[in-house]
């Protein structure tokens, strides 16, 4: 079913250069998307970015944020002091915060490798990535995010800010949507006010919480492996490049982040975040001729760089023990897809696949390879038990892409090294870790409780994308659904690209692709559903809990900020 003229979507031929201007106008970027069929404004040249060295610097690794003792003035319902105009708080006395923290968005000197400048670039905490922030279910937070950046930034990115956790379960008041952007000085049109900082409530409860009073929702929605990032109207894709974004991992009873755990339910799943449990953010960048990050503002395909980092670091290495470690891998690229092997020599080696956009997996697979989209994350466990010491194995993309619309479908032999393990030492104790036969298991899809069934085809109209032939609107809904209601949507491809489909607040469960069920990695709840060419993709999606404004979008972010988006209203 298509929307009408009235949906809450633009018609192109009246703003086909809306979401071009207003990022355009924004900055004076250098440099060009590497990887494309051809450069700046159809140039047809590709840049290079300088040779660098592999594998001279450590990978990154982060242990948990500590959260702060208060926030002063205290977190309310409503905003106070010099919080921007945010809607009052959702259900704050059903989920009252546990805990506290506060992020700083400030400029840093980071450096990507040792043969290319220390460069100025934008970080939560001034970390590239930000911090890693790593809460339990039942266990609420408030988390304040301070904007401290330039207000007279000249460049590419805004430095107003809207960050969106990707993908709580939260009200739309603390979901990062595009228009509650805010500076000291600036607030964007879906806010009342400017502010120094933006109170998130992030209740850290299983979706279904009124259906499912006693456990506060239902424990088989529970999310594991989520990241935050800025979401700014327009400037979604700049800013995330500038280095806005970082992880935040959720543990329950099931998923418990202890492998000593004596609690029957409990996996015990390698644990340990920073030591056994390893996030790993992977990114590609362009660099221009002297090395700095380059950013083509003129590029609307989507960004591709020549350059994969890793936690913010190009081609990294990492000293492991024999033994099983977690490793989250997240697309943070722009508009890059990865074909991820392990390789040890020239041998494809297998691991384990436990969960697919931080949802545990109903029983693991083992698999030899994985693709993963821009949002995607994919949770694999690897046992370095079986190699002697000395051993090194690389994680290894194969995937050919030479434009930011899609891959080609093509392998790359012997493929672009990411990241090195060096399996270094042994374990100073046991390995108590396990991965059971067993994981987490899956709510039932009732299509019984379908109301009804809307239709999203996502194209390209004069020149810009859109969302059945229209562009973003970020003041009227496309789609108004019920709370506690269930639809079907129909997400349609067209013309010769991938779009990774992203909808916030709620998990999905894929139904069908092109009519045939989807691959075992896909079977399990998502939040990024890849459309491919001419592809139609049915999924089943509840909208329990909150109500208010929320979107759906194109994760290629470049998309998104050119209008690939819709705006949907949850209401009583």
């Not at 890693?132 to 937070?141: C, G, N, Q």
């Not at 990050?293 to 994969?308: H, M, N, P, R």
Request: proline content about 9%; glycine content about 8%; overall charge neutral.
């Amino acid at each position: 079913m298509l929307p009408d003229k009235t949906d809450g979507l633009v018609d192109p031929g009246r703003r086909e250069v809306l979401a071009t201007g207003a990022a355009l106008g924004a900055a004076l970027g250098t440099g060009a998307a590497l990887g494309t069929a051809s450069g700046p404004a159809g140039a047809g040249t590709i840049l290079r970015s300088p040779p660098t060295t592999p594998f001279l610097v450590p990978l990154p690794v982060y242990t948990p944020k500590a959260p702060v003792a208060a926030l002063m003035p205290p977190a309310g319902r409503l905003p106070s002091g010099q919080e921007a105009g945010r809607a009052a708080h959702q259900r704050s006395a059903d989920f009252v915060p546990k805990k506290c923290y506060e992020l700083h968005v400030k400029p840093l000197q980071h450096s990507f490798h040792p043969e290319l400048p220390t460069q100025t670039m934008w970080g939560y905490d001034g970390m590239l990535p930000g911090p890693t922030v790593v809460a339990r279910y039942h266990e609420p937070v408030v988390v304040r995010i301070f904007n401290e950046l330039p207000a007279n930034h000249v460049g590419y990115g805004s430095p107003e800010i809207s960050t969106h956790l990707h993908n709580a379960h939260c009200g739309s008041e603390s979901d990062g949507f595009p228009g509650d952007f805010y500076s000291l000085a600036k607030q964007g049109p879906t806010l009342t006010a400017p502010g120094k900082y933006k109170d998130h409530l992030y209740p850290n409860v299983f979706a279904g919480a009124d259906q499912y009073p006693a456990t506060k929702g239902d424990p088989r929605e529970a999310l594991g492996t989520l990241w935050y990032h800025d979401h700014r109207l327009d400037f979604s894709a700049q800013n995330v490049y500038k280095g806005l974004a970082g992880f935040y991992l959720l543990f329950d009873e099931i998923d418990s982040g202890n492998e000593y755990d004596p609690n029957p339910k409990a996996l015990r799943l390698p644990s340990g975040v920073g030591k056994y449990d390893i996030p790993l953010a992977i990114q590609d960048r362009q660099f221009d001729s002297g090395g700095y990050v380059a950013y083509d503002q003129f590029e609307s395909d989507g960004l591709l760089g020549d350059k994969i980092c890793v936690n913010g670091k190009v081609q990294p290495w990492f000293k492991v023990e024999r033994r099983k470690y977690r490793f989250r891998l997240l697309n943070a690229s722009l508009a890059r897809f990865y074909e991820f092997y392990l390789v040890n020599g020239s041998a494809d080696q297998a691991f384990t696949y436990i969960a697919n956009d931080g949802n545990l997996l109903p029983k693991p697979l083992q698999m030899t390879k994985i693709r993963i989209a821009p949002a995607e994350r994919a949770d694999l466990v690897i046992d370095f038990a079986q190699y002697p010491l000395g051993s090194k194995l690389y994680i290894v993309n194969k995937l050919e892409q030479l434009e930011g619309r899609e891959p080609t479908g093509r392998l790359l032999l012997p493929g672009t090294q990411v990241l090195r393990f060096d399996v270094d030492d042994e374990p100073p104790l046991p390995d108590a870790s396990r991965v059971p036969a067993a994981l987490r298991e899956l709510p039932p899809v009732n299509l019984a409780e379908v109301v009804r069934t809307r239709e999203w085809r996502f194209d390209r109209a004069n020149g810009v994308w859109t969302v059945n032939g229209k562009l973003f609107d970020i003041d009227r809904p496309a789609a108004t659904v019920k709370k506690g209601s269930a639809e079907i949507w129909v997400l349609r491809g067209g013309g010769e690209w991938h779009h990774p489909v992203h909808l916030h607040l709620e998990e999905f469960r894929i139904l069908s692709r092109n009519g045939a069920p989807p691959p075992p990695h896909e079977q399990g709840r998502k939040d990024v559903a890849v459309v491919r060419h001419d592809e139609v993709v049915r999924i089943f999606v509840r909208f329990r809990d909150y109500v208010g404004k929320y979107v759906m979008h194109c994760h290629n972010l470049t998309h998104e900020d050119h209008s690939m988006m819709l705006r949907f209203d949850i209401v009583a």
